[in-house]
């Protein structure tokens, strides 16, 4: 089955919303027209981006965001919604109680962010790419091994040296660069632990003559 179809298809027992509730200069109400009432699979990145870009913060419910969460999810899968950050939509999922989806939906969604997130490794020299991605699944999964075994690969040895790059002054002060991460302090630490170790503090001595090993003594 098409992965779109399995998405739409795991989440087709939630209706349109009658209405969309939302501050009153967040988003047209043409817009929530739109979104109440045109077919979900025909919405357009345009007409849903700036839905998801505050979904459960400033704009809707959620059971407005249940319903309209296959098209978001589908168009962020697709790289379709640009000024969308990721980090938003999987924090609304979480907002959604996503630890109480059924195991269809979980297994579906986490499935999915798998599979983008190794795309994402296979783009090389990501910069930005990964450690968002990798911030925004942190938000819906505990045990992030995959995901660093897949960034150790050396196969993704260059998206690894990206991330590094970009967070090398996090392994002193404690802080990744993405502040998304703030709001997921436990995940923040198991990234800051493993960056203290293995292939990282490899890279580091390599290239920097960086002895973590001698700091965490000294």
């Known amino acids: 089955m098409n992965e779109s179809v399995a998405l739409y298809r795991a989440f087709s027992e939630f209706q349109p919303p009658r209405t969309i509730r939302s501050c009153e200069y967040c988003i047209s ?7 109440a009432t045109k077919r979900l699979v025909d919405i357009t990145p345009d007409e849903i981006a700036t839905y998801a870009g505050s ?12 319903y309209l969460f296959p098209r978001v999810f589908d168009l962020l ?13 999987y924090g609304a999922m979480v ?3 996503f630890s109480q989806w059924d195991k269809r939906k979980k297994d579906l969604i986490q499935g999915l962010s798998r599979k983008k997130y190794v795309n994402v490794l296979k783009g090389g020299d ?34 690894l040296y990206s991330f590094i790059e970009r967070n090398m002054q996090s ?12 709001d997921y302090p436990d995940q923040e630490k198991i990234i800051l632990s493993w960056m203290r170790q293995g292939r990282v503090a490899e890279y580091l001595l390599k290239v ?6 001698k700091r965490a003594t000294s």
């Open 126 to 159: 990501t910069i930005l790419g990964i450690d968002v991605w990798l911030c925004a699944i942190s938000h819906i999964e505990n045990d992030l091994s995959f995901y660093l075994q897949q960034l150790e690969q050396p196969e993704h040895a260059q998206a």
């Open 95 to 97: 907002e959604a109680n």
């Open 208 to 213: 920097y003559g960086m002895d973590l090993k």
């Open 55 to 66: 979904a459960l913060k400033t704009v809707g419910s959620i059971d407005d965001f249940m």
């Open 171 to 182: 392994i002193f002060s404690g802080k990744l660069q993405n502040p998304f991460w703030r």
């Open 29 to 35: 109400e043409k817009q929530l027209k739109v979104l």
């Open 77 to 89: 899968m697709k790289d379709a919604l640009e000024w969308v950050d990721p980090e938003i939509v």
